[in-house]
């Protein structure tokens, strides 16, 4: 046994994980590291991952065949025959770069190197393939991973809070008066607002933050494209836009959600508009989930500080802060806009 303080050296070593025999051990060691600190859109995706995971060889196939398209699946430590480490990454929507997923360690495996070993790996791997940057998310109060990412020269670059709500029911007989009344500046977005919605996003969202949230023109253009896609998902979509002289000066998208997954709910505001109208755009959307006691999700950037007190204000808890770190693998690289 090591002395107190003293780095073992790690056993084992590193390969590609293998989708055919990996995925159940991976599902089950994230389970084991994250378990007690998922949120209720965690839980829903680990156990739709666990579901996956023994769906058969058939559609574990076509999951390594996607993922050697646009890199391989990920790669895990094994020790004495055991997975106790993984890291998964894969390109980013935008293409211009990698994102890496979960970096997770066996509790009875950690301080021995083996999360930095497989980040060092995965950092080799798409630095050969040309990529300009890799990035990644990380909680806010995990100093640890916080502090191996800094180490690997990984740099912030944004935050967002992540805030649930159970319930959409409007507060109070005055909020509902006073929603009435914000409702007149509002109107149903559609097609013909989504050239504005993404100056809007633009304005919301630093530039050097979307390719890690993966914020996308094509998101945020409702049209029969988004409804198509939506509805592939069992989702539907609901815009609300308060528009201004030149341009939009808020807006709120509602994700009605048919699986176990969290509705969604986003907000978005100019840095001028008035106070109050972040108050409005989350009643607004609000409403659209009427009468479901179904849990509500919402993921707000740092920038966007009205909207978080509106959300707190209407009953939103956080569960998380996520900070958003990149390291550039080339001296000069594009940090790629909405398009």
Request: overall charge positive; some cysteine; glycine content about 12%.
């Amino acid at each position: 046994m090591s002395s107190r303080g003293e780095r073992r050296t790690p056993e084992g070593g590193i390969r590609a994980l293998d989708p055919f025999r990996d995925l159940e051990d991976v599902v089950d060691l994230i389970g084991l590291a994250f378990g007690d600190r998922l949120d209720p859109a965690g839980r829903a995706t680990l156990e739709r991952m666990r579901r996956f995971a023994t769906s058969g060889p058939l559609m574990q196939g076509l999951w390594a065949l996607l993922g050697k398209a646009a890199m391989a699946p990920g790669l895990v430590w094994v020790s004495h025959g055991e997975i106790v480490g993984n890291v998964s990454v894969r390109r980013s929507r935008d293409g211009g770069g990698y994102l890496i997923g979960n970096v997770v360690v066996h509790p009875d495996y950690r301080g021995q190197g083996i999360g930095g070993a497989l980040m060092r790996r995965v950092i080799k791997a798409v630095s050969r393939r040309g990529a300009g940057g890799v990035g990644l998310e990380v909680r806010a109060d995990n100093d640890v991973a916080r502090s191996m990412y800094e180490g690997l020269s990984f740099r912030e670059v944004g935050r967002t809070h992540h805030l649930i709500r159970e319930g959409a029911s409007v507060r109070g007989a005055s909020s509902r008066r006073g929603l009435r009344q914000d409702h007149a500046v509002m109107r149903r977005g559609g097609r013909q607002d989504a050239d504005a919605l993404v100056r809007l996003v633009e304005q919301v969202i630093p530039e050097e933050q979307r390719p890690l949230l993966e914020t996308m023109a094509d998101d945020y253009r409702p049209g029969w494209a988004r409804r198509i896609d939506h509805w592939l998902r069992c989702e539907d979509e609901v815009w609300w836009v308060v528009p201004g002289d030149d341009q939009l000066r808020g807006a709120v998208r509602a994700v009605k959600r048919a699986s176990g997954l969290p509705c969604r709910l986003e907000a978005l505001l100019t840095p001028s508009a008035k106070e109050g109208l972040a108050t409005a755009l989350v009643r607004r959307g609000l409403l659209t989930f009427a009468g479901s006691e179904r849990l509500i999700a919402s993921a707000v950037p740092d920038s966007e500080d009205s909207v978080l007190a509106a959300l707190r204000g209407e009953g939103f808890r956080e569960v998380r802060v996520l900070i958003q770190m990149k390291r550039d693998l080339k001296h000069r690289i594009s940090v790629h806009t909405v398009r």
